[in-house]
Structure formats: structure tokens, C-alpha cells
């Protein structure tokens, strides 16, 4: 069982990641700091020229989940989707996928909110689609899984979602997004 909106998962991690995830934060102070200090150096008020934005900046961004001065959990999740198209939606697959297996009947929520159902391994590129590899809950099959291709293109918003293949605990799913026109607008 995982908590809402972590069934994803974001793949192994590696030693460096929790320096990695201070890069940003890092580069940032210097962005600022080398600036004031310098300004500061001809005229102590001249910092504020550099000091005043920055802290507007942080003060906007803060709580935004993309504020400059926190670092970013480094994520390793496999997604190997190189068409720009289809980059942004495998992306954004990763956030619908937990409500299309409950809309397929493959998952669920319980009462405090958690999800239980296959969870999303992997994405990566098949012609014109998007491939989504999942391993299944015990106890659920392949042919589950392709039995509820309708109801899954639709929890996707896709055109269409079919079994590619699978083995025992896992199945790989072919997703084809709705064209621009068709569906959502």
C-alpha cells in the first residue's frame, strides 16, 4: 500500500542524489550573494538592489513547491520518451495514473485515502505511443487488465490503452493520446 499520489515510483536511488538535490539552492545563494557583496563593497545600501528582488522572489515562491532556497528530491523515474508530444503527456501519465486504475476498477482508495492497485514502474516510447509498465497487485492478472482497456483510456484521457504484453506482476500497457482536437479542450 501507498499514500496519495506516491504509487509512482520514482525509481532507485543513487548516493549522490541528496547533494544533488541541493544544486539548485546552492546556485541560487551564490546568484544572489556574489552580487550583494560586491554592490555592498562599493555602497552598503547598493546591495539592496540585488537583496530586495531576491527576497520579493523567495517571499512569492515560497510554499509554490518550486521555491529557490529548498532542495528538490532528484527524480529517477524511468522515462525514456524522446517525441516532445509525447514526453509531456507520458509526464503528465504519471499523475492520472492512480485514478484511471480506479476508474477501471483495478485499484482503490480506502477511506483514509490510500491507494492500493497496480502501480506505474516505468514509460517509455512505442511508435506513435506511450508504453506504461506497471506491476499488478497480487492476485490480478494480465487479462484483468486488458478486460478494462475502455474504462483505462478513459481514467488516461486517451484514445486508447491495450495490453502490450506482461508476465506474472507486471504488464506493459500501449497508450495513444487523444489528438488536440478530440475530447478536452
Request: aromatic share 6%; charged share 20%.
Amino acid at each position: 500500500m501507498t499514500t496519495l499520489h506516491s504509487a509512482v515510483d520514482a525509481g532507485p536511488t543513487r548516493r549522490g542524489d541528496g547533494l544533488l538535490a541541493w544544486r539548485r539552492p546552492v546556485a541560487t545563494a551564490l546568484a544572489v550573494a556574489i552580487p550583494a557583496t560586491l554592490l555592498g563593497l562599493l555602497h552598503p545600501v547598493a546591495s539592496l538592489a540585488v537583496l530586495a528582488p531576491a527576497t520579493v522572489v523567495g517571499w512569492r515562491l515560497h510554499g509554490s513547491g518550486i521555491e529557490p532556497w529548498l532542495p528538490h528530491r532528484v527524480d529517477r523515474f524511468p522515462n525514456t520518451v524522446t517525441d516532445p508530444r509525447l514526453k509531456v503527456y507520458a509526464r503528465d501519465l504519471r499523475w492520472r495514473w492512480e485514478h484511471a486504475m480506479v476508474v477501471a476498477e483495478l485499484g482503490r482508495y480506502d477511506e483514509r485515502g490510500i491507494y492500493s492497485g497496480p502501480v506505474l514502474t516505468g514509460v517509455a516510447q512505442h511508435g506513435d505511443g506511450v508504453v506504461a509498465r506497471a506491476r499488478l497487485l497480487p492476485g490480478q492478472t494480465v487479462r484483468d487488465v486488458d478486460a478494462a482497456g475502455v474504462l483505462l483510456a478513459a481514467g488516461l484521457e486517451a484514445a486508447s490503452a491495450s495490453v502490450l504484453g506482461g508476465s506474472q506482476g507486471e504488464v506493459s500497457l500501449l497508450v495513444h493520446e487523444r489528438e488536440a482536437a478530440e475530447g478536452w479542450t
